[in-house]
């Protein structure tokens, strides 16, 4: 079946670092791939996600390619803030599937 | 007001106990999904509905029920609870099949002993 591997947490930057939260997958067919981040005490939310090979997703300053040689879709993000800290999930979704969640990654932001 | 709603947010119970976790939607979304979280293995799918009449199994359902109740309520019990049961529970819904967008509650936390 399908599957998703992230890059073991916790990850703990100091405040204005460079974010690199690495996800690879297996899947079926040609998946989107996304990214959910889940705040602390909240459930998870779309951040992010890419529909087709090359394409890159971006919000909140994140950002991720889809490439599809690779089968990865890294999170990046130039200069992280407090407020990022959370845990994020990398997930790739068939249509008339269900979708994958990875492990998740916790991140920590030091002001 | 949360458009994806659960109650309760945290639980207690003990070993052999009946438990309902409810979820309520305002979204007017057909799809509506429970997962459960667990530290280390991200969501795993429990039970799915695309409407009133269509239930699914997702991929760990031995030791849950579901009943939707209508369009906007999708009910989890857990018939005789388990320490195992301990975890995070998540409701979610979604539009269709095409998106892909889930759009999730904050979660029931539930403690077995």
């Known amino acids: 079946g399908d599957s998703v591997t992230q890059m073991e947490g916790p990850v703990t930057l100091s405040e204005e670092a460079f974010l690199t939260i690495n996800c690879t997958y297996t899947?079926?067919?040609?998946?989107?791939l996304f990214w959910y981040v889940q705040y602390p005490g909240e459930g998870l939310q779309l951040l992010l996600k890419?529909?087709?090979?090359?394409d890159k997703g971006s919000n909140k300053g994140f950002e991720a390619t889809y490439r599809k040689e690779t089968t990865s879709f890294h999170l990046e993000k130039g200069s992280v803030q407090v407020s990022d800290s959370a845990v994020y999930f990398c997930?790739?979704?068939?249509?008339?599937?269900?979708?994958?969640f990875g492990p998740g990654t916790r991140l920590s932001v030091l002001p | 007001d949360a458009d994806v709603t659960q109650t309760p947010r945290n639980r207690i119970t003990k070993t052999g106990k009946r438990i309902m976790l409810e979820c309520s939607q305002t979204?007017?979304?057909?799809?509506m999904y429970w997962y459960r979280q667990d530290p280390g293995l991200g969501l795993r799918l429990i039970y799915y509905?695309?409407?009133?009449?269509?239930?699914n199994k997702g991929e760990i359902s031995d030791g849950y029920s579901v009943s939707r109740q209508a369009q906007a309520k999708f009910s989890l019990s857990l018939e005789s609870a388990i320490p195992n049961q301990t975890a995070l529970y998540f409701c979610?819904?979604?539009?269709?099949?095409?998106?892909?967008?889930?759009?999730f509650g904050e979660g029931s936390r539930l403690t077995v002993l």
């Open positions: 979610a819904t979604s539009v269709t099949a095409n998106t892909g967008e889930l759009f």
């Open positions: 899947a079926t067919g040609y998946p989107s």
């Open positions: 890419a529909t087709k090979a090359d």
């Open positions: 997930a790739p979704y068939n249509y008339g599937q269900n979708f994958v």
């Open positions: 979204k007017g979304h057909d799809r």
């Open positions: 509905s695309f409407d009133v009449k269509d239930i």
